[in-house]
């Protein structure tokens, strides 16, 4: 059914192109749209709305697990990873064309002081009418480093590096989505501003190609994986980031005019399909981004300290040990 919209949005512009007219279309498309049978359309051959999509916790424990270099992930490709599934699932990026307008961006603004930064997106926000023109709009990233204090690599970091370009020691926060995009900027030419460059490791280098779509989702999805965020094994929707982001809307109380900066949608939208029990904010009818950083950041502010709440909360690992002998010791006294 969804083939057959499509072809009917198709031959309704052509209407337009000749005739002139807005509205309406040519008659025959009346007449094979009033015969068809819905109860004979095959099976939709992709899902829309996604249904599977990582939870808050899985959140929490992929940005507060730092990068292993045992774990097989060479660094420069972790960070890439880290920086699609952010802008994936806390900035709720659509897997195709938001992601697409930041891979092709060159327009960075990078304020570790002041524990952000920005990218613009080429040609602004996606899915908008092109008769109502284009929207300017640029994704945020938040400093995550612990205690608030932004925690950056030495200047020579990439200068002491193994065989595999892991770093031989790591003084900074590796889940800092800051350091992460710095760490890419360091490994390439200083006029090479791409965000998602692919990473040869034939060569140890990043190659003049920039990760397509599908190698796009499959880094995200390999980087859930990777940092423990999967660990019921699930199938992940690869359009599920904007799902995962009305859950965190949702229990960090984020309101509606705080997470318009993120996503961009009508309030009718975001809760029919992402936050369903989100109030209404009716004072508020902008629908362009705001040019101030500070207010485009209060919602991911407040999920990047949740998240490091989360991470406070999680028991060190004496504690597990310790935890660990007790029960080892209830069993001993059983037997």
């Keep these: 059914m969804s083939q057959l919209e499509n072809v009917r949005k198709l031959l309704s512009y052509a209407h337009q ?10 008659k025959a498309v009346y007449q094979q749209w009033d015969s068809q049978n819905p109860n004979k359309y095959l099976d939709p051959t992709q899902k829309v709305k996604a249904e599977v999509s990582p939870e808050c916790e899985d959140v929490t424990t992929m940005f507060t697990t730092p990068f292993d270099a045992t774990k097989g992930m060479p660094f420069p490709r972790w960070n890439v990873g880290q920086l699609l599934t ?15 307008r930041i891979k092709k961006s060159t327009e960075h603004t990078y304020a570790p002081s002041q524990g952000w930064m920005s990218t613009s997106m080429v040609g602004g926000r996606a899915k908008l009418e092109r008769s109502k023109g284009t929207r300017a709009w640029s994704v945020y990233r938040p400093c995550m480093c612990p205690d608030g204090k932004h925690i950056p690599p030495p200047e020579d970091w990439h200068m002491k590096l193994d065989h595999l370009s892991n770093p031989k020691s790591i003084t900074w926060c590796t889940t800092c ?29 990043y190659g003049k190609d920039n990760l397509g779509p599908d190698p796009m989702k499959r880094a995200t999805m390999a980087w859930i994986d990777l940092q423990g965020g999967n660990p019921d094994g699930l199938v992940y929707d690869t ?13 960090y109380g984020v309101v509606y005019h705080e997470s318009f900066e993120i996503h961009g949608d009508l309030w009718s939208t975001w809760c029919s399909y992402y936050q369903e029990r989100l109030a209404r904010d009716p004072l508020f009818k902008r629908r362009t ?6 207010v ?9 300290r949740g998240i490091l709440d989360g991470m406070a909360a999680q028991p060190t690992v004496r504690q597990q040990l310790q935890a660990l002998r007790m029960q080892i010791d209830g069993i001993l006294n059983a037997i």
């Design 17 to 26: 192109l000749t005739t002139g007219s807005k509205k309406g279309n040519f």
């Design 86 to 100: 952010l802008d994936s699932l806390i900035s709720g990026a659509r897997s195709v064309t938001d992601l697409a």
């Design 177 to 205: 989505p800051l350091n992460a995009f710095k760490c890419i900027r360091d490994l390439l030419p200083e006029e090479d501003l791409r965000t998602y460059p692919k990473w040869i490791e034939a060569q140890q280098r």
């Design 239 to 251: 359009n599920g980031g904007r799902k995962t982001l009305g859950k965190m809307c949702q229990k």
């Design 289 to 294: 981004q705001s040019t101030d950083p500070d």
């Design 296 to 304: 485009c950041l209060v919602a991911l502010r407040k999920f990047a």
